[in-house]
């Protein structure tokens, strides 16, 4: 029954042990509580809020509006809760994941600076055995893994990487303390979502910025601002609405329009639709209209008119520009002219301008002033392209064309995306079996929640659920209220274990590769995280499920209104 452990007493039994206190880890805590589990988090960091705890560089914020990237499970903290701007900076959001914390009383379970290194099924007693490198053993009937898609820093293995005497630093692992980067001579690696936060605010600080770019970048200005009261009283007056768009939207987002103070008939979420990227930074004020036209449909004149009004944004209105390769291509033809714009040295324009993969490829980047940095006189943009990074030495990076002498090198080089955080602990599951063995050529679910021979294994958004390509808070609620549901059911009715059928798992597994044909994020020219192509070795499959977040809660929820198809409850 729920609450009881196999061997009540011993403290470190438990009836779930949740790795990572996060968003996702926090809600789970909470929600196991509140159906009478005995629940222990471990927690790598000092705090909680793991993406935002880790994350600390300079200029890291949120691209998904804060009024829709927060909790939706309590009335009371939404309408107490105040955010600064549209996309709060990180130690805006890492303040809101302590005052949780502390609001529910989450931190006397969570035990911090402890890493999972390993976590193996017993056959014999059904249940999880988890190490900790403080070399603990915890035992407990579920494992729940809250780690996060974006939490395994991917260091690249640049030919004399450790060799550097400087500081270096990496985007996703930023220390706690305040770097001082006044004066100093500062290169980065990589223009990712990170990087391009970063940079503005770097080079407004350094004394020289170097910008080693592999992959220019699709980047679309954020927009954000301060928060007016009237648009978060218009939120607040309209949150349970707000809030179940969301939940049944394509990507996570409610289409509210605080403006009119009214949900936007335009914005009807629409669970069937073939999604484009995740929608972003263009809300909460202006969200694209239904995607009835296609670009192709405008002559030049007028897409060019299109994007002088509404800015490169405007691509996602359209519905051919996510679809259709041609459509696609004259929205990066557009886009290129927007960096001549505002780039005034030619070569340097050229050099950003992204050019042989599509628009929607990639996960979206939002940025504030990215390109105008680069007419700074203290910012030196080098393309590798033209000019390849040899080697790290003990003072900077050598390229070919020579030596960049520096006092601080930031990697923004990225994650092992989705499955980097899991299959570095060592799970085993039946038999032994080894995770890191079963997803060698790619992950295997059934929804991204949990894995054929790992019983009582769950995965908060997992490869093979929306994830990433959604507003996460709200994929992650759906997760935790799933598994929690789950839970409950398998105690009301006496079942020990939970686990995934082969036949579902391989059926889940083709449909999400189904979803995803036909998008800009599988085309043959695109190499994405969500692929894993950016990591050494990392077999290429694409990971998140694309059919759209509404959509997968249904199925979910069909899952277990039909006693758990594609389980066997034991
Ligand atoms: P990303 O989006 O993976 O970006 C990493 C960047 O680092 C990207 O520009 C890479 O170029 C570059 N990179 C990686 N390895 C190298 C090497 N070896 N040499 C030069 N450049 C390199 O990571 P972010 O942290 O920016 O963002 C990840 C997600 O976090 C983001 O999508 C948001 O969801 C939040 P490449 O494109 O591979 O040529």
Redesign the pocket.
Known sequence: MVGRTAEAGRLTDYDAVIVGAGFAGLYQLLRLREVGLRVKVIEAGTDVGG?WYW?RYPGARC?VPSMEYSYSFDEDLEQEWEWSEVMSPQPEILAYARHVAERFDLRRDIQFETRVTAARFDDATDRWTITTDRAETLSARFCIMATGC?SMS?L???EGRDRFAGLALH??NWPKEPVDLRGKRVGV?????????AIPVIAAEASHLHV????P?YTFPANNRPLNDEIVAAYKANYAEVRERQRHSVAGFSGFNPKKAAITPTAVPDAAAKPGPPESGDTPVAKPKRRSRGLLDLDLDERRDAVAAHGPAVFQRYRDVYTDPAANEAACELYRELVDDIVEDPTVAEDLKPKGYPLGC??Q?YDTDYYETFNRPNVTLVD?HRDP?LQITETGVQTESGDVDLDVLV?????D?MTGALERIDIRGRGGRALRDDWSEGPHTYLGLAVEGYPNLFTITGPGSPS?LSNVIVSIEQHVDWITDCIAHLDANELTTIEATAEAQADWDERVAEAAKGTMYTAPSC???YLG??IEGKSRVFMPYVGGVGRYRKICDDVAADGYRGFTLA
Request: proline fraction near 2%.
């Open positions: 993406t994350n691209d974006l991917n690249p293995n640049i985007t996703g690696i990589g223009t990712g979502s990170s990087g391009v936060q080693f770019q592999r992959t970048v990639k996960r980047v590798l990074l990697f923004a080089t990225g994650f995306a990433v190499a994405s995280w192509a950016n």
